[in-house]
């Protein structure tokens, strides 16, 4: 732990440092934009309809994406504590979002604006290496989980969802059984059903 950082800057520093080797010199700048927000269980960090202007890393607790189509829940992603998130094509585009963010327990975040990213992509080659590689990994991470959603055989998509989903074990550890369900497109007594098959056959 570097001693002149702040608790949630080595936290940073050190998710960070798992992407590139930063100096402290190479952190500086970004230590100096990051901001920290604390949510209650049950707030909204994001709100349909809102624009998204920030990528945040989540310090502590758990952050559900989701979106509502026809009065039916869908998730899109999980933030655990470590996990970064932010809503893209809202994000990217300046338009409103589509989807929700909710703290599910008590949270809290640090977060940078995205005209601060903006200067920091142009100033930093350390920080643009990272923000490219964070954002491949969760582009990565999606466009797999969007081909398990095209089995249509469950037991396959917990199968290919153990095997392909780096964060599937944490998922199994930290999520709600009928969240994950709803994560690969079915029914909380489906996915119970072919947990127990799988097990069994493990």
């Keep these: 732990m570097k001693e002149h950082f702040s608790v949630e800057e080595n936290i940073l520093f050190d998710f960070f440092n798992q992407v590139y080797p930063l100096t402290e ?17 049950g707030e909204f960090l994001l709100d349909i309809g809102q624009v998204e ?12 994406q989701y979106t509502i189509i ?12 470590g996990m970064s998130f932010n809503n893209f094509t809202s ?5 409103p979002s589509n989807q ?6 008590d949270s809290e975040i640090i977060y940078f604006e995205k005209e601060d990213i903006d200067k920091l992509l142009l100033q ?3 920080f ?6 964070l954002f491949e990994q969760v582009h990565l991470e999606r466009e797999k989980r969007s081909l398990i959603l095209q089995h249509k055989n469950a037991y396959k998509k917990y199968e290919l969802f153990l095997s392909t989903i780096s964060k599937s074990k944490r998922f199994l550890e930290e999520v709600p059984q009928k969240l994950i369900a709803n994560y690969l497109g079915m029914t909380a007594e489906t996915y ?3 947990k127990k098959a799988y097990l069994k056959n493990a």
């Design 25 to 41: 010199n190479d952190f500086e700048p970004l230590a100096k934009v990051i901001r920290k927000k604390k949510i209650k269980k």
């Design 53 to 64: 202007t920030k990528t945040s890393l989540v310090l502590k607790g758990f952050i559900h």
């Design 70 to 81: 026809e009065d039916n829940l869908f998730t899109i992603d999980f933030s655990l504590t």
């Design 91 to 95: 994000y990217m585009e300046n338009s």
């Design 100 to 105: 929700i963010q909710e703290a599910l327990t």
């Design 124 to 126: 930093s080659h350390p």
């Design 128 to 133: 643009s290496f990272i923000y490219t590689k």
């Design 192 to 194: 119970s059903r072919v």
